[in-house]
């Protein structure tokens, strides 16, 4: 049987140069850039704050899914550009009547193509999605809060979008399925029905 | 009359454009040296760091050959602006990075089939003007040319593998993916540009220049 080690004590020399380095002083290292975290956060936070974009930008992707390729990719790659040039519109200025109804209009218009399994030409589709983006971009510029990090706000901004039309394309993968067809259409006449509430909002 | 007007309001854009400002690079010191100064600013500066990968996804999308001259010349290029900059340089307004994520993130998204020797003409002018733009920073109280160093050296260690991944995708799926980030890179630019308009409070000018 092997005796157990002896526990070493710490020694009092070992503790008292522990605690010079302990309250030793040095510089800070640390790369401060103010408001640059909150930057992203706030850009990343922006997109998905509101219901009425998130039901928008997830249908894209839903009814992209639907359409299969090449819309399915078509879309995402265009949205964000065409949203930011919305958003580059809102941030320099450039008024744009109508902003709220359209938003809340491009909810029930998606909406019902996804409920709808609607098949236009890819051009049509391209157009429609196209222009609602421009009005959910302004509405993005505009709201812009002063103070922030420009770079790492839009960087959170544009990924959160991209995150939400791939997250409508991965729940519209449940399109191969018979039951994941009625599904999408279940949710396409939810996001129509949603869309009216905020339209009725918007033009009260 | 109404072209006259618009003809004034989109030179009195570009002289405000053109107004010298304060650099507002902000220099990472890491305490490791001058080179480790360098990396850590690239890696920290999405303004340089961003372009620069959209520059290798391009070249990747165009192929090996692309791909190989793009990391050697983007760093070559980037250490000759950056020492112009360091001996002439001085901060503009010109919002280069917004124009730098535009172009490269188009180019991207658009899968632009573009010759090798544009590709590698594209990376040198990418080097040149940001390196210069490095310039006035590096040489305060920056790290100076060792910075440089740093800074060429993150760029090649980022052009070899993410070029090299591109060109080994051969789904169309994932060619489409490299598009897609493409597209974010040039929708990100598109809103820095529509930053610098507002912080420069040249915004409220910009609807009646755009309608004339």
């Given at each position: 049987m092997r005796a157990a080690p002896a526990r070493r004590r710490p020694s009092p020399e070992g503790l008292v140069a522990l605690l010079v380095l302990a309250l030793a002083m040095a510089p800070a290292r640390a790369h401060i850039q103010a408001g640059e975290v909150g930057g992203f956060l706030s850009g990343f936070k922006h997109p998905i704050s509101g219901l009425d974009h998130v039901l928008a930008m997830v249908s894209v992707g839903l009814w992209g899914a639907q359409l299969g390729a090449p819309a399915m990719w078509l879309l995402p790659v265009v949205f964000p550009m065409v949203m930011a040039f919305g958003g580059f519109l809102g941030l320099v200025g450039v008024p744009l009547p109508g902003v709220e109804i359209a938003i809340a209009l491009s909810a029930v218009l998606l909406g019902l193509a996804v409920a709808?399994?609607?098949?236009?030409?890819?051009?049509?589709?391209?157009?429609?999605?196209?222009?609602?983006?421009?009005?959910?971009?302004?509405?993005?510029?505009?709201?812009?809060?002063p103070g922030?990090?420009?770079i790492l706000y839009s960087i959170g901004?544009?990924?959160?979008?991209?995150?939400?039309?791939?997250?409508?394309?991965?729940?519209?993968?449940?399109?191969?399925?018979?039951?994941g067809r009625i599904a999408l259409r279940v949710a396409g006449t939810l996001v129509t029905v949603a869309g009216l509430g905020f339209l009725w909002k918007a033009i009260r | 009359m109404r072209t006259r007007a618009a003809g004034a309001g989109t030179l009195a854009l570009l002289a405000s454009l053109?107004?010298?400002?304060?650099?507002?690079?902000?220099l990472v010191t890491?305490?490791?040296?001058?080179?480790?100064?360098?990396?850590?600013?690239?890696?920290?500066?999405?303004?340089?760091?961003?372009p620069i990968v959209a520059l290798a996804l391009y070249a990747g999308l165009r192929g090996a050959r692309a791909g190989r001259l793009a990391l050697f010349i983007l760093p070559v290029a980037w250490i000759a602006g950056g020492l112009l900059g360091l001996g002439l340089?001085?901060?503009?307004?010109?919002?280069?990075?917004?124009?730098?994520?535009?172009?490269?993130?188009?180019?991207?998204?658009?899968?632009?089939?573009?010759?090798?020797?544009?590709?590698?003409?594209?990376?040198?002018?990418?080097?040149?003007?940001?390196?210069f733009l490095n310039g006035p920073a590096l040489a305060?109280?920056?790290?100076g040319a060792l910075g440089l160093l740093g800074i060429a050296a993150v760029a090649f260690v980022l052009v070899a593998p993410a070029s090299a991944l591109v060109v080994s995708l051969k789904a169309p799926a994932a060619r489409i993916a490299v598009r897609v980030a493409g597209s974010w890179v040039a929708a990100i630019g598109l809103l820095?540009?529509?930053?610098?308009?507002r912080t420069r409070g040249i915004g409220p000018a910009l609807p009646g220049i755009l309608v004339g």
């Open positions: 709808r399994e609607a098949r236009p030409p890819l051009p049509l589709a391209a157009a429609l999605v196209g222009v609602f983006a421009i009005f959910h971009g302004h509405a993005h510029g505009t709201e812009l809060p922030q990090s420009g901004f544009v990924v959160a979008t991209g995150c939400l039309h791939l997250t409508g394309i991965a729940i519209g993968l449940v399109h191969r399925w018979p039951w | 053109l107004v010298p400002v304060r650099a507002e690079a902000h890491t305490g490791l040296g001058p080179v480790y100064d360098g990396i850590g600013h690239l890696l920290l500066t999405p303004e340089d760091l961003v340089g001085h901060a503009t307004s010109v919002p280069v990075p917004a124009l730098s994520f535009i172009l490269f993130g188009l180019l991207v998204a658009a899968d632009a089939k573009l010759p090798d020797g544009a590709v590698a003409a594209l990376a040198g002018v990418l080097g040149l003007v940001h390196g305060g109280a920056g790290p820095l540009l529509g930053w610098a308009f």
